[in-house]
């Protein structure tokens, strides 16, 4: 399985390999039908922002007003605010992009006050407003190339690939091929319930994090995973 690790800041590819005894999940033939795009297959995130300060609207409506449109992207997003939460929509890139600024924008307007991000990945329709059901699972081109954001925070990370019918419940398999990755990747710190635990840069989090769910959704059509993002948390963090 393809694997985008992290050193020294900078994303590359490499193999990774699960343990022999694991299950395994098998692609499904190609199919013949011209491929969705992000908008049919339901291809999106939502984000929180969360800042621990008086000052919380300035935050949140300033990180929102300060990120700069990238425009070889900013064509195939959609976005929209409600009073919970921020929805990204489009291709793969493009909203781990969007989401990557959005919690360094919101960690410069907090100005050191701690902050949390809450982020949902989805991919594969379900659930959707608007989507059309493909039958799949499709492969994304996307490639994540993802700067580092110059902002360290701690995350606990939980991925699901939501396998249906004759899923043949071999979901663990995607989920510890994450888990490798992330150990890979330098940027584990440790397992705890029902999540995993990540430290280093927002940039390389994200990355690691959207490149798994990109890689999972090759084999399992719905896929999502949760994302919590901890920046200047006032918590020691457990041994």
């Known amino acids: 399985m393809a694997a985008t690790t992290?050193?020294?800041?900078?994303?590359?590819?490499?193999?990774?390999?699960?343990?022999?005894?694991?299950?395994?999940?098998?692609p499904p033939t190609a199919s013949t039908t011209a491929p969705p795009t992000p908008a049919t297959y339901g291809v999106g995130a939502r984000i929180t922002l969360c800042p621990?300060?008086?000052?919380?609207?300035?935050?949140?409506?300033?990180?929102?007003?300060?990120?700069?449109?990238?425009?070889?992207?900013?064509?195939?997003?959609?976005t929209s605010t409600s009073p919970v939460s921020t929805y990204i929509g489009g291709g793969e890139h493009a909203v781990v992009r969007r989401l990557v600024d959005l919690v360094t924008a919101a960690a410069r307007c907090a100005d050191g006050a701690h902050l949390s991000a809450h982020i949902l990945l989805s991919r594969g329709c379900p659930g959707e407003v608007a989507?059309?059901?493909?039958?799949?699972?499709?492969?994304?081109?996307?490639?994540?190339?993802?700067?580092?954001?110059?902002?360290?925070?701690?995350?606990?990370?939980?991925?699901?690939?939501?396998?249906?019918?004759?899923?043949?419940?071999?979901?663990?398999a995607p989920i510890m091929a994450a888990i490798d990755e992330a150990k890979a990747s330098g940027l584990f710190h440790s397992a705890d319930h029902y999540v995993t635990r990540l430290a280093g840069d927002v940039g390389a989090i994200l990355a690691l994090v959207g490149g798994a769910w990109l890689r999972t959704g090759?084999?399992?059509?719905?896929?999502?995973?949760h994302l919590t993002l901890s920046i200047n948390s006032p918590t020691e963090v457990p041994k």
């Open 218 to 225: 090759a084999v399992v059509q719905h896929v999502t995973t």
């Open 131 to 172: 989507c059309e059901l493909h039958s799949g699972p499709w492969a994304s081109t996307d490639t994540l190339a993802v700067p580092d954001a110059g902002v360290r925070a701690w995350a606990e990370w939980s991925l699901y690939p939501l396998l249906d019918g004759a899923g043949g419940g071999e979901h663990m």
């Open 6 to 26: 992290l050193r020294g800041g900078k994303a590359r590819m490499t193999s990774t390999s699960l343990d022999p005894a694991a299950p395994t999940l098998t």
């Open 52 to 78: 621990m300060t008086d000052r919380y609207v300035d935050v949140i409506l300033g990180a929102l007003a300060d990120v700069t449109p990238d425009a070889a992207v900013e064509d195939v997003l959609t």
